[in-house]
């Protein structure tokens, strides 16, 4: 694997992507940046960073592969049970009182949190009024999120994540098995679109009962968690709720003002302006 790639040169590379392709991460912390940038191109072969530009230029599939490697995020069915106890038992009778209830889980990756939530709603008797975006940055991350489909070598652990979750039900009930994956059901997943958005560029589309987007801000500098914080703020309906990672927060005095906190460990906020 190459490991040489100087600041230079990842600047350089930065700019090809957002004037280019439109795929914008100067926001992002640099030293993650490079670090996966430098993994992909061990993995595809790249020596150095002009063939690194050549390929992108020229190669057809290689852009998408690349902002893949630098978009992945790690995520498991309800990973971190307790905050889905917390959703269920602080959160969801709150929302129960709107008519319609919307959600959105911003980063979604490959789905399994949206899929997650979508159970949690169908055991709270709220799914039928609820629409779930689950959006992300990454086409390949969110065609699989579509079809539903989770490998069986991940099941142990999100079975296990879900009965400590508190659910309700027999975990394979959502699911139908079928070779070395296995896929959630329709009546989920029929509640949930997901859609391409960019957090870095795009504007709010909603508005939301609810915003998820966690362990996402981990990857950003401070100023661009302040652009999307406020995007968030902007997306919210009046004391609609925020669910941030457990390493992440709501740093900005200007915006923290306009939260109150529900959780401090899991980082669930509630919007208090009218």
């Not at 009778?93 to 990756?109: D, E, M, N, Q």
């Not at 659910?167 to 699911?175: I, M, N, R």
């Not at 997306?235 to 740093?251: D, F, M, N, Q, V």
Request: glycine fraction near 6%.
């Amino acid at each position: 694997m190459s490991n040489e790639l100087s600041n230079h040169d990842l600047s350089g590379v930065l700019h090809m992507l957002k004037v280019q392709y439109g795929f914008d991460f100067t926001g992002y912390m640099q030293a993650s940046v490079k670090r996966r940038i430098l993994y992909f191109m061990g993995n595809e072969g790249v020596p150095g960073v002009f063939d690194l530009k050549h390929r992108l230029a020229n190669e057809a599939g290689f852009l998408n592969r690349m902002v893949q490697f630098i978009t992945v995020n790690v995520t498991e069915m309800f990973r971190d049970p307790s905050f889905f106890k917390i959703l269920k038992t602080q959160v969801l009778p709150k929302l129960a009182a709107y008519p319609i209830i919307k959600i959105w889980h911003a980063g979604c990756a490959t789905g399994e949190e949206a899929l997650s939530m979508a159970i949690l709603l169908q055991e709270a008797g709220l799914l039928n009024r609820t629409r779930i975006y689950a959006t992300d940055l990454n086409p390949a991350n969110l065609e699989r999120a579509r079809a539903g489909i989770v490998p069986v070598s991940a099941m142990k652990q999100n079975t296990y994540n879900y009965i400590q979750s508190g659910g309700q039900a027999d975990f394979c009930d959502y699911y139908t098995a079928k070779y070395d994956s296995v896929i959630f059901k329709k009546e989920l997943r029929k509640h949930i679109t997901f859609s391409q958005h960019n957090l870095v560029t795009d504007g709010s589309f909603n508005e939301f009962q609810l915003i998820c987007c966690r362990n996402v801000f981990i990857y950003f500098k401070r100023e661009l968690q302040t652009q999307v914080l406020r995007l968030f703020e902007e997306s919210l309906s009046p004391h609609g709720y925020l669910a941030l990672g457990t390493k992440e927060s709501i740093h900005a005095a200007e915006i923290s003002r306009q939260f109150d906190t529900v959780n401090l460990q899991y980082k669930i906020y509630r919007h208090n302006q009218s």
